[in-house]
């Protein structure tokens, strides 16, 4: 009997091959046949690359070509209307991508990751059919290697709980879709004598009600009578599930999965799984995160896990698919010895797996020398990293220490009449979000400079003349408060990050995204300091090309945080306090030096919100003093803006308004004035600036169009609280559509104003 087990392992390939062939399929380099062959070779890399390391389960159907929650869609024949008239991998990607006649379907983040699935949309006149075809060849596929496998699939609640469905309560599909899984087991348990399917149900650790609760009690009394060749595993991750474990221990399943590392409040419920008998999927190594493990630390986990449920119905697996992490260390060849020895990716977690099983199961004696150097190694490198100078900064720990102002000192009215008469703009100002094309040009300029191809003088007199054009199309436009354009960034989040002490970039450490994009995500492994400036000075600049305002720019701490790979040796709450004394440092400089603007974008704000209700408190309270600690330098006359990248403010907007800033850009676009209510509802002092268009498309809305959007907002705010914008930043857009867009909106605006 096995004793390690992996949730799931990354498909797009230690050097991005599958997002390559994708890429190539799509734009019709290679056949489908080619991008199988790709496929399949990566399939058979990471199942040996599992078989290698000693796992014992290691899974099929963890691969896609997109995304699982897509393949799950497409398994159930739940395919939208508007795809009908396509078939097979057409149909498919389209699904995902759009294609000329229809559009794709929505995707979204999974839970509190950076990954997105694609969003089922379910209705009542799907002709729901079973297709099982890639479940039955992936396992055949391994077989042929020699590795059976454990079957992964998207568990029914998951699935529904994530769906769109026109009633809007999706779980009233159960009774179609529930016989489609049993059908699906069937066919699985022709397969062998004996096969594990796991099925991933996270929608578990948001919390449950008593129909959820039913549902799952019955979808797993009912899916674990299919067969008795059948071992059915629940897994669940990112949280704890202590409302749901008694129901699911109640189900005749197999084993169930919990998370020890995101989910420790998983440990007061052990009492029931022991008592139920069943096997345990113990996730002890973190999934989602860089570093390497504390052996020692796991040990103690499963040990005490060990006093309730017996040993050896205990496997030891990854706290979650380690889809979530990158590759492999193998190609990190330009990092810092010593902080890549304090990394772990996903090859290298399957190692810590294996060897903190043999310990617990089999103690210490039972390891070889090598086994033994690696635990020893692996202890002496924690060790010397917690008093590493890297990590620890004296200057930051006395600053915190001393820190007496955490906010501004002047209340909102008191700020905005006085930033009203210095700053001059009437109703209805018009701005952008900041981010302008980042042309193919800029791109390539941007390369060239990284390679060293071209001088750093060159590189900043291209970013100079991108910026004086910026600022002209502006003027040209008449926008009343411009920005310089962000040219110098490759990223929100990165660029502050390479100016940040504290801060490690890697060269490999790609995690999929959506699709076949990837991110590269920057990683915090020590106290956070400025290196130099964040760049103030491109706002300078921009604001000394011209007499109208110019808006500088930041990017705000829950979202530095959000986006990177964080030390898990302190609390988040206190890097984002880390993080706000130094952008309250840079605006300091700004307004020192002539910019009266600035904004401190929170993109990531709501996604950072906890999974569990019972958590919020705490992230709010943090989330906001962070923002306002961040700000805290301005001046009674400055003005701070916020950005958050969402439409939907019912359930937080009170801690929005809590953070206090000046204005807020929001992203309505796409819902007219709908979403805005909540804002007056709750009688919401500052001003907003609800998106007027849509970025995500290319297409240019006309001044009409606009003119109507406005007056709707005017429907709800007065026209004194309302700012003018497009609905996010202007980077993915091309000039052409950009600039006649802006003067549409800027035509809008007169022609309101002059109502
Ligand atoms: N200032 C950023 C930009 O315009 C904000 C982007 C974002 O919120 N995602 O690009
Ligand atoms: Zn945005």
């Known amino acids: 009997m096995g004793k390690t087990y992996i949730i799931g392992f990354p498909r797009i390939g230690e050097k991005r091959e599958l997002k390559f062939a994708l890429e190539d399929f799509w734009s019709g380099k290679i056949s489908f046949d080619e991008l199988e062959n790709t496929a399949k070779a990566l399939k058979k890399r990471h199942w040996e690359y599992q078989k290698k390391a000693g796992i014992d389960f290691i899974s099929s159907n963890d691969f896609s070509f997109y995304d699982n929650m897509l393949d799950t869609t497409f398994m159930l024949g739940a395919i939208p209307e508007r795809f009908r008239d396509l078939n097979g991998i057409e149909q498919y990607f389209a699904m995902a991508r759009g294609s000329r006649d229809a559009v794709a379907m929505e995707m979204t983040k999974w839970f509190n990751t950076?990954?997105?699935?694609?969003?089922p949309e379910l209705n009542e006149n799907m002709d729901f059919k079973l297709d099982a075809t890639k479940i039955i060849s992936e396992y055949n596929e391994a077989k042929e290697i020699g590795v059976k496998t454990k079957i992964n699939i998207?568990?029914?609640l998951t699935y529904l709980g994530l769906s769109k469905c026109d009633n809007g309560n999706c779980y009233d599909f159960i009774d179609k879709l529930l016989p489609l899984y049993e059908e699906l087991l069937g066919a699985i348990s022709t397969l062998d004598d004996e096969v594990v399917v796991q099925f991933d149900e996270p929608i578990l650790v948001r919390g449950v009600n008593d129909i959820l609760l039913s549902n799952l009690k019955k979808v797993y009394d009912r899916l674990a009578l299919v067969s008795t060749k059948i071992k059915i595993a629940v897994v669940t991750y990112f949280e704890h599930i202590n409302d749901s474990i008694a129901t699911l221990c109640q189900t005749p399943i197999w084993a169930i999965g919990l998370d020890f590392v995101h989910g420790k409040e998983n440990l007061k419920s052990l009492d029931i799984v022991a008592k139920s008998g069943k096997t345990l999927i113990a996730g002890i190594v973190n999934g989602r995160n860089i570093?390497?493990?504390?052996?020692?630390?796991?040990?103690?986990?499963?040990?005490?896990?060990?006093k309730t449920v017996k040993k050896e119905n205990i496997l030891v697996s990854t706290s979650c698919s380690l889809l979530h992490s990158p590759y492999t260390l193998a190609y990190e060849q330009k990092m810092d010895d010593e902080l890549k020895s304090w990394m772990s990716y996903g090859i290298e977690k399957l190692d810590e797996v294996s060897l903190i099983a043999k310990i617990f199961f089999a103690g210490f004696d039972s390891l070889?020398?090598?086994?033994?150097?690696?635990?020893?190694?692996?202890?002496?490198?924690?060790?010397?990293?917690?008093?590493?100078?890297?990590?620890?900064?004296r200057d930051v720990e006395q600053r915190l220490k001393e820190l007496k102002k955490f906010e501004r000192d002047d209340s909102f009215e008191d700020r905005i009449s006085v930033q009203r008469e210095v700053l001059g703009y009437g109703d209805l100002a018009t701005t952008t979000i900041g981010s302008f094309p980042q042309t193919s040009e800029l791109r390539a300029t941007r390369l060239k400079f990284k390679k060293g191809e071209i001088s750093e003088d060159i590189y900043n007199d291209y970013i100079k003349a991108y910026i004086d054009e910026c600022i002209k199309i502006q003027e040209d436009i008449g926008i009343d408060v411009l920005v310089h354009g962000e040219p110098e960034r490759n990223d929100m989040v990165e660029f502050f990050a390479e100016r940040l002490n504290g801060y490690g970039f890697s060269s490999n450490g790609w995690v999929q995204s959506y699709g076949s994009r990837c991110v590269k995500p920057p990683f915090i492994y020590g106290d956070i300091s400025r290196k130099g400036t964040l760049g103030y000075e491109w706002i300078v600049y921009a604001q000394s090309k011209t007499d109208k305002l110019v808006k500088g720019m930041l990017t705000g701490p829950v979202t530095m945080i959000n986006?990177?790979?964080?030390?898990?040796?302190?609390?988040?709450?206190?890097i984002a306090t880390q993080i706000a004394l130094v952008l309250s440092d840079e605006i300091d400089d700004l307004q020192k030096n002539g910019i009266k603007i600035v904004q401190v974008d929170e993109a990531a704000f709501k996604e950072g919100y906890p999974l569990r209700e019972q958590n919020i408190p705490e992230y709010e309270k943090w989330a906001v003093e962070s923002f306002k600690l961040s700000v805290s330098s301005a001046r009674k006359e400055t003005q701070i803006h916020t950005h958050m990248c969402y439409s939907e403010f019912n359930d937080i907007i009170k801690t929005i308004e809590a953070m206090d800033a000046d204005v807020i850009s929001i992203e309505t676009a796409r819902s007219g004035n709908e979403l805005l209510k909540i804002f007056k509802e709750v009688g919401y002092k500052q001003e907003v600036g609800p998106g007027i268009y849509d970025i995500h498309s290319p297409r240019v809305p006309s001044v009409e169009e606009m003119k109507d959007q406005i007056l709707a907002l005017l429907e709800v705010l007065p026209k004194k609280q309302l700012w003018i914008n497009p609905d996010c930043g202007l980077k993915t857009r091309k000039y052409e559509e950009v600039i006649p867009s802006l003067k549409n909106m800027v035509q809008a605006v007169k022609e309101v104003r002059g109502y």
């Open 114 to 119: 950076n990954y997105h699935y694609i969003v």
């Open 154 to 156: 998207i568990g029914l």
């Open 291 to 306: 570093w390497k493990n504390d052996i020692d630390a796991s040990l103690d986990t499963l040990n005490t896990i060990a």
């Open 368 to 393: 070889n020398g090598d086994e033994l150097s690696k635990y020893n190694e692996t202890k002496d490198i924690l060790l010397r990293k917690s008093t590493s100078t890297k990590i620890n900064n």
């Open 563 to 574: 986006w990177s790979f964080v030390r898990e040796d302190i609390p988040r709450s206190l």
